[in-house]
Nanobody, 121 residues
Framework: QVQLVESGGGLVQPGGSLRLSCACS????????MKWYRQVSGKQRELVAA???????NYADSVKDRFTISRDDTKNTMYLQMNDLKPEDTAVYYC???????????????WGSGTRVTVSS
């Protein structure tokens, strides 16, 4: 069964750094677009960063120049390097990816279960 598993969240002080990972639980044929979202309780989930299969990236204005999204297709894994963290970055972070399990499978979007990031002194 295909699952996306996030890791790397935790408690960090303002100005600190964390690196989130999102790994696919099984070997699959191909991963297309991959994205990181975050959600604060009571608010809508927001797009933080996205990376295409070709490596093109996009970021929310609030994280530009602080966060870096990357991927390693040999490991079916995506990363989010978060630097200069601020209290407003506190949220549950979710990964989302468009996956094709086999060459004849349809494209399906999967979500991870989330990893909590808390930025506080």
């Amino acid at each position: 069964q295909v699952q996306l598993v996030e890791s790397g969240g935790g408690l960090v002080q303002p100005g600190g750094s964390l690196r989130l990972s999102c790994a696919c639980s099984v070997s699959i044929f191909r991963i297309y677009d991959m994205k990181w979202y975050r959600q604060v309780s009571g608010k809508q989930r927001e797009l933080v960063a996205a990376i295409s299969r070709g490596g093109s990236t996009n970021y929310a204005d609030s994280v530009k120049d602080r966060f870096t999204i990357s991927r390693d297709d040999t490991k079916n894994t995506m990363y989010l390097q978060m630097n200069d963290l601020k209290p407003e970055d506190t949220a549950v972070y979710y990964c989302n990816a468009a996956l094709q399990s086999t060459w004849y499978s349809e494209l399906i979007y999967y979500w991870g279960s989330g990893t909590r990031v808390t930025v506080s002194s």
